[in-house]
């Protein structure tokens, strides 16, 4: 077993991407982590895969993809759950390529890629 909550997930490989928001009662307040679990030796490599601090600028995360080519993260945010949210692009070191408050819908939370 791994201490590490989980809210949404994508496998990549042999990597478990992962975000988890978790609310502490005691401090009324959530935590949120960006992970990487390596399935094979089942293992976290890491409870934060965004490097540069762009982290911050997600309100709530409510969906993860890895592009399988490109290895490009990406993140949906829930936002408030009320008003469509953004989406997000990282690149496969976590630095942040771009964000763009398209028009995702309230609460997006999936993806579908289309290849040329």
Not at 78 to 90: K, R
Request: with cysteine; charged share 20%; net charge negative.
């Amino acid at each position: 077993m791994l201490d590490i909550g989980v809210s949404g997930m994508t496998l990549d490989g042999d990597s478990l991407y992962l975000y988890s928001g978790e609310f502490n009662y005691s401090t009324f307040e959530y935590t949120v982590t960006y992970g990487i679990i390596d399935v094979t030796t089942k293992q976290i490599v890491t409870r934060n895969f965004i490097t540069d601090g762009t982290d911050k600028q997600i309100t709530m995360p409510y969906g993860i993809m890895v592009n399988p080519v490109t290895k490009e993260i990406y993140l949906s945010d829930g936002a408030n759950f009320i008003f469509p949210g953004a989406l997000f692009c990282f690149d496969r070191y976590g630095k942040m390529k771009w964000a763009k408050p398209v028009q995702t819908g309230d609460i997006p939370a999936h993806f579908a890629l289309l290849y040329k």
